[in-house]
């Protein structure tokens, strides 16, 4: 709870360090998830990326960002029990807060950094009212916090003084253990490409 409080009072604090403008923006795109598990086998899975940002000018070079982020993997898995019964169906989804900051090296070119604070979640359908599994299987539920990074690579391609389109490669990785639909820790690493739709407020 204090480290949510911390956060919370140090977002509240970026409006005031927007010397040079306001940004809103939209941005999603696929991308390939590889899950490295701790008992030496892997798995790959597509995924989409979707966020919301605010993001804060504090010069013509650099900006502060953060917002809300969701990402889904789709590790499909099937659960069955000891008799072969079908139990479960799910696939990873993770919604975060990320906050970050983005360097412009050119006018349209820029690299960025950022850090995801996390949950990560089951969506599926859980097919019997009594699951075989310590934990519950239903969709949505909760799974445990995660911490995520995340680097990228973008160039804008300028609309106009307010909008702009952005081409933004990503690649992440996650700096906590995943844990895997079979109850087993991993760690997950993503790439993949965003567009992002930018609206300069003032």
Do not use: C
């Not at 911390?6 to 940004?23: F, I, R």
């Not at 916090?145 to 003084?161: K, P, Q, R, T």
């Amino acid at each position: 709870m204090q480290r949510i409080l911390l956060l919370l009072m140090t977002l509240s604090t970026l409006p005031m360090l927007a010397q040079d403008g306001l940004e809103f923006s939209l941005s999603g795109g696929p991308g390939r998830s590889y899950l490295i598990m701790n008992d030496d086998t892997s798995k790959t899975a597509a995924n989409l990326q979707l966020s919301v940002q605010v993001g804060f000018l504090l010069n013509d070079k650099v900006e502060l960002f953060t917002g809300v982020q969701y990402w889904q993997s789709g590790f499909a898995t099937s659960l069955t029990d000891q008799g072969g019964n079908l139990v479960a169906t799910a696939d990873y989804v993770t919604y975060g807060l990320p906050v970050g900051v983005r360097y412009y090296l050119t006018n349209n070119l820029y690299g960025a950094i950022r850090l995801v604070p996390a949950i990560q979640a089951f969506a599926g359908d859980d097919n019997t009212s009594d699951p075989v599994f310590a934990f519950e299987f239903t969709e949505g539920s909760m799974r445990s916090f995660h911490l995520f990074g995340e680097v990228n690579l973008g160039y804008a391609i300028h609309l106009s003084d307010a909008f702009d389109i952005d081409l933004e490669p990503r690649l992440g990785h996650s700096f906590t253990p995943v844990l895997d639909a079979e109850g087993i820790n991993g760690r997950l690493f993503e790439y993949g490409i965003n567009i992002r739709l930018q609206y300069r407020i003032w």
